[in-house]
């Protein structure tokens, strides 16, 4: 929808104006702030940027609703409704933001009807700016991008990431993932510190696949629909249908691809976004 594309070219504009915030405090020593285990991290700029993109697009498009990270961390629902939803995460690798390994971005997905229309993933040391809209191709700085099609598991390269996750079961279950592929043998495994710039990754055909257990739907929203968009597909880790709130993901350059990871990796579990932490029991995932 033309409107839609509007949206997503504001979008672009401010994440350009964050850029800018975002760089001149990645050069400094920052204050490290702890959420939900020591490698969870969030520094003053996380919030301010998440702050500057909900002010500039609340008073564009005043109707429209949010779900983001750091407004999600101070307490705020995460509910994905049928309005127009911009979901928002305004460093998309703070621990390498505050380490200062060159690989951060902000990751801003919309979605109406439940539908992603559009996402927009602002590599932001790099100045690469990923996007893709619904039916109209996935792009890179204009270029368009499109996957490897790579079908042969034997022949791909996987990314995948160690989250914040420190207890005995997840770090078993995430290295268990990883030996079982290289077992395989895939060619390589790659983790670069960020969800959205993993998945852009195969979208490029930089990588041949990448799968995921525990981030957000902040993490991966847009990456997700740019890697659609390039000819790639986005499931489950159970190899079902792509669910942005399951906290569980693969995305690849082709189906056979995708569905050999499926069979191979497991989860450990995980809440849901969309569940009360405080009701639920982890869904172990399969
Ligand atoms: C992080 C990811 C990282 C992943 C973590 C976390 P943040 O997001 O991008 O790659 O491993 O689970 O979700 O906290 O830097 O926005």
Not at 143 to 150: A, D, I, K, S, Y
Not at 233 to 248: A, H, I, Q
Not at 261 to 276: K, L, S
Request: proline residues 3%; charged residues 25%.
């Amino acid at each position: 929808m033309a409107e839609w594309t509007e949206c997503m070219n504001f979008g672009m504009a401010i994440a350009r104006e964050a850029r800018e915030v975002i760089l001149e405090a990645f050069r400094n020593k920052k204050d490290v702030m702890l959420k939900s285990s020591l490698a969870d991290l969030v520094t003053e700029t996380d919030q301010r940027v998440e702050k500057m993109l909900i002010s500039s697009i609340r008073q564009k498009y005043p109707t429209h609703k949010f779900i983001g990270e750091e407004s999600v961390a101070a307490g705020e629902k995460l509910e994905l409704t049928d309005a127009p939803t911009w979901i928002i995460d305004p460093i998309d690798g703070t621990v390498n933001f505050v380490h200062r390994f060159p690989f951060v971005a902000i990751s801003i997905a919309f979605a109406v009807n439940k539908q992603t229309e559009f996402g927009i993933v602002y590599s932001v040391v790099e100045d690469k700016m990923y996007r893709a809209q619904r039916g109209r191709g996935a792009f890179v700085n204009d270029v368009p991008l499109q996957t490897t099609g790579q079908e042969d598991i034997t022949k791909c390269l996987v990314v995948t990431e160690i989250g914040a996750e420190r207890d005995d079961l997840s770090l078993c279950t995430m290295t268990t993932n990883i030996m079982n592929l290289l077992r395989i043998p895939i060619q390589g495994i790659r983790a670069v510190g960020t969800a959205a710039v993993d998945m852009v990754f195969v979208a490029t055909g930089g990588a041949d696949a990448y799968y995921h257990i525990g981030m957000h739907c902040w993490d991966i929203a847009a990456s997700a629909i740019i890697v659609q968009e390039a000819g790639g597909v986005v499931l489950d880790l159970d190899g079902n249908t792509f669910d942005m709130m399951s906290r569980k993901v693969i995305a690849a350059s082709s189906m056979p691809v995708a569905l050999r990871i499926a069979q191979t990796v497991r989860a450990f579990p995980v809440v849901r976004d969309d569940e009360d932490p405080n009701k639920s029991t982890a869904s172990n995932g399969q």
